[in-house]
């Protein structure tokens, strides 16, 4: 597995920007499918958006057009750059993580596809 340490939540108000990171241990960061799942108080764990390790992207209806996610392979970092934020973008959001190989499976939608999590950021907005 990859250790996965989440940074960049903050306390922000509707229709601000954040922009969280998602570094990564280990030196088989770019064999790596990453992703960023959300949390809100007493709700599911959901998806957000994914980056494959040849650059396919998924994001969730919600946040098309508003969240972009990237990745840099030399700093082992993935990134959610997130604007026009809402209220409802309020959750603990965190880092995932699944090793692969080519021509591998591409369903980042679903929290089990994936293997390794980060401990979470919070991000709260306010309005």
């Known amino acids: 597995q990859v250790q996965l340490v989440e940074s960049g939540g903050g306390l922000v108000q509707a229709g601000g920007s954040l922009i969280l990171s998602c570094a990564a241990s280990g030196r088989t960061f770019s064999s790596y499918n990453m992703g960023w799942f959300r949390q809100a108080p007493g709700k599911e764990r959901v998806f957000v958006a994914a980056?494959?390790?040849?650059?396919?992207?998924s994001y969730t209806d919600s946040v098309k057009g508003r969240f972009t996610i990237s990745r840099d392979n030399a700093k082992n970092t993935v990134y959610l750059q997130m604007n026009s934020l809402k209220p409802e973008d309020t959750a603990l959001y965190y880092c995932?993580?699944?090793?692969?190989?080519?021509?591998?499976?591409?369903?980042?939608?679903?929290?089990?596809?994936?293997?390794?999590w980060g401990q979470g950021t919070q991000v709260t907005v306010t309005s």
């Open positions: 980056i494959s390790w040849s650059g396919g992207i």
């Open positions: 995932a993580g699944k090793e692969v190989g080519w021509n591998a499976a591409w369903n980042p939608q679903y929290y089990n596809y994936w293997v390794d």
